[in-house]
């Protein structure tokens, strides 16, 4: 089993809320800058990247504050592994 670990990173963006929501809680959104390309099929996102496809199912949302996602692995251990977008509005 590998060792999970967590990763935080921060940035200060400028920019409407409107704007910065369509960005991460739409797949066009996404791709601009996320991902080369990003599709839904119902609850699972499908990224794209340098030739490969990776997926994750939305597990939670919520309007002004965050975007929640797990991984979709072949391995049980992939199970817990998930990544989220989370904001908070000056």
Not at 18 to 46: H, R
Not at 51 to 58: I, N, T, V, W, Y
Request: hydrophobic residues 40%; charged residues 30%.
């Amino acid at each position: 089993m590998s060792e999970k670990r967590k990763i935080e990173i921060e940035y200060l963006l400028k920019c409407s809320v409107k704007v910065f929501e369509n960005m991460i809680f739409t797949p066009s959104g996404l791709a601009e800058w996320f991902a080369e390309d990003v599709n839904i099929q119902e609850d699972v996102y499908v990224f794209h990247w340098d030739g490969s496809e990776e997926k994750a199912r939305l597990i939670s949302k919520k309007q002004g504050a965050y975007i929640k996602w797990q991984w979709l692995t072949d391995e049980e251990e992939g199970l817990d592994t998930y990544f989220e977008i989370s904001f908070s509005v000056d």
